[in-house]
């Protein structure tokens, strides 16, 4: 089995990781995870899902995320779009030392990192200004790299177009030992969501009693077991979208659905849009 805990060091030479990873080097993490570093992703166009923590959402157009240790999420880019790639920034709180963030001057980049462990989506504005620094980020020598990485943070603490992902309703960090059951039942659904997957089954993969499994599940993703599956199969859905050769029908009954009438209504309620026009959305990217 892989690990849950992605080990990350810094690039040689610098004390922090970016990378780049596109449809022809993509991040060989591609399953739910979580590590002690925060953790920027830039996403350069596309649709996707923001699969973090106990939040889920669908993104249209790319996406500016920060978020903070040990907040268990999926990764964001979708490889099915032409001409993306996604720009990945890994540090950990000390990166410049233990009291750092602590100086007046930085002030501004110390309420960013906190606000970073409830979970930040920036905004088009300031996520189409990301992709320029990003880019000359990368391409820096060190000295100059950790100078652009803190004028970069600077902007991001001054940006105003951004929205808190966690709701209040339950953490995005999950303790080790939840993590480790609430994992096995997404491993679940990951292995068998175009089947029927009974709550019984669910709970014990879990290894806890039916009430208990529930009352966990709807504290750590604030849904029930029925809505979270439902949500997986429907990004499941919009990912077979794409291909128009395949029609509506097959397309839900591909993602677990044996009623049309009952995928549609789910579709609508989850992303906002009928299949029909989610489709027509798609032809005009």
Excluded at 13 to 41: A, D, M, R
Excluded at 147 to 172: Q, T, V
Excluded at 201 to 228: D, I
């Amino acid at each position: 089995m892989r690990p849950l805990v992605e080990h990350i060091s810094p690039t040689i030479g610098s004390s922090f990781k970016i990378e780049q990873h596109t449809q022809h080097f993509t991040c060989n993490i591609n399953y739910w995870h979580h590590h002690p570093e925060y953790e920027l992703v830039f996403v350069k166009n596309g649709m996707g899902e923001h699969r973090i923590g106990n939040h889920f959402s669908y993104y249209e157009q790319g996406t500016l995320i920060f978020i903070g240790p040990n907040v268990p999420h999926l990764p964001f880019l979708n490889y099915q779009h032409p001409d993306n790639y996604e720009i990945v920034l890994q540090l950990n709180a000390y990166f410049m030392g233990v009291d750092f963030l602590e100086k007046p001057e930085l002030l501004g980049i110390k309420k960013l990192f906190q606000r970073a462990e409830k979970g930040i989506i920036f905004q088009e504005g300031t996520h189409l200004r990301a992709a320029e620094k990003l880019t000359h980020l990368m391409d820096a020598s060190p000295f100059k790299k950790l100078l652009l990485l803190l004028d970069f943070f600077h902007e991001l603490a001054n940006a105003e177009d951004y929205k808190l992902i966690n709701n209040g309703e339950a953490p995005l960090a999950i303790a080790p030992g939840d993590f480790n059951r609430i994992n096995g039942v997404y491993a679940l659904i990951a292995e068998r969501y175009t089947e029927e997957i009974k709550l019984e089954e669910a709970a014990q993969k879990a290894n806890m009693t039916v009430p208990a499994f529930c009352r966990l599940f709807k504290k750590l993703t604030t849904r029930t077991f029925t809505q979270f599956l439902n949500e997986y199969r429907i990004s499941k859905s919009v990912q077979l979208l794409h291909n128009e050769d395949q029609p509506i029908s097959a397309v839900a009954f591909a993602c677990g659905y044996n009623s049309l009438s009952y995928f549609n209504r789910q579709f609508r309620q989850i992303t906002g849009h009928k299949p029909t026009d989610y489709r027509e959305v798609l032809r005009s990217v």
